[in-house]
Structure formats: C-alpha cells, structure tokens
C-alpha cells in the first residue's frame, strides 16, 4: 500500500490544487462580474453627474436670467416712482394754481359785488336828492321806478 499511497496524495493534493483553482477560477469571475458591474454603474453615475452638471450649468443661466429681468424690473418700477411722484407734484402744483384762480374769482366777484352795491346805494341815493329837489321845486317825478336804458352806441367799423 505504500507505493500506492504516494500517488493517491499526489493525486489527492493534485485533485486538492484543482478545487483550489476552480475555486480561485470561480471566484474571480465573480469578482470580474462585480467589477464590470461596478463599472456599469460608475459610467451611469458618471452620466448622471454629466447630466446634472448640465441642468445645473442651465439653471444657473436662467437663474442669471431671472437676476437680469428682476432688476430691470426694479429699475422700471423705481423709474415710475419717480413718474408718479412727478406727477403727483404737479398735481398738486396744479390744483394750487387752479385755487388761486378761484379765489382770486371768487375776490373779484366779491369786490364787484360791492361796487355794484355802492353804485345801486349811490343810485337810491341821486334818486332821492332829485326827487327831493323835483319836491322842492313842485316838478313832474321824471322817474317813476321805470329805469329806460340808452341804446349803446355801436362804433362803425
């Protein structure tokens, strides 16, 4: 049995070495399957990043954008302010000089009121001392409360 023996371990190391192989064989096709598989998913990771680093390139254009047009909107609506502050003041610009006519109307309509007032007590007034003196001197009353106007007279053109 003895000279049997040293080829039944040879045999047995050799089957021993050959296990060990295969299973070194399957192990690094496993390895290999994982690796591809990582590698799969680092290129899709790799897109994915591509794809974000573009959305995020366009955002930051639009948002650049947005920055653009919101303070070409606040110039616009500081710009109207500034209109509508303008324009208040001459508004009120306006409708001081506009109360300034009035009053002044509204003066001269009163003084003229007055004169006429004075003219009409100053009418009484002659009326009285000519009837006084058309009494004194037993004359006809010449006005009997009927007041006639003169016709103007029209300059010829």
């Known amino acids: ?9 040879a045999a047995a190391a050799l089957r021993m070495k050959q296990i060990a192989l295969d299973n070194q064989s399957r192990t690094i096709r496993y390895l290999r399957a994982q690796l591809a598989m990582e590698r799969r998913g680092l290129a899709t990771m790799k897109k994915e990043l591509e794809d974000t680093q573009v959305a995020l390139g366009a955002s930051h254009k639009v948002i650049a954008g947005l920055t653009e047009i919101g303070l070409s909107i606040s110039k616009k609506i ?3 302010k500034v209109k509508k502050q303008q324009a208040k003041a001459s508004h009120v610009e306006c409708h001081q000089k506009f109360q300034a006519r009035i009053q002044e109307a509204e003066d001269s309509m ?3 009121h007055l004169i006429i007032e004075a003219l009409v007590e100053e009418k009484d007034s002659l009326l009285q001392t000519i009837q006084g003196l058309q009494e004194a001197n037993n004359a006809h009353a010449p006005f009997d409360d009927e007041w006639e106007e003169e016709p103007e007279e029209h300059p010829e053109e």
């Open 110 to 112: 009163q003084a003229q």
């Open 78 to 80: 500081k710009k109207m």
């Open 1 to 9: 049995m003895t000279p049997c023996a040293p080829r039944t371990r």
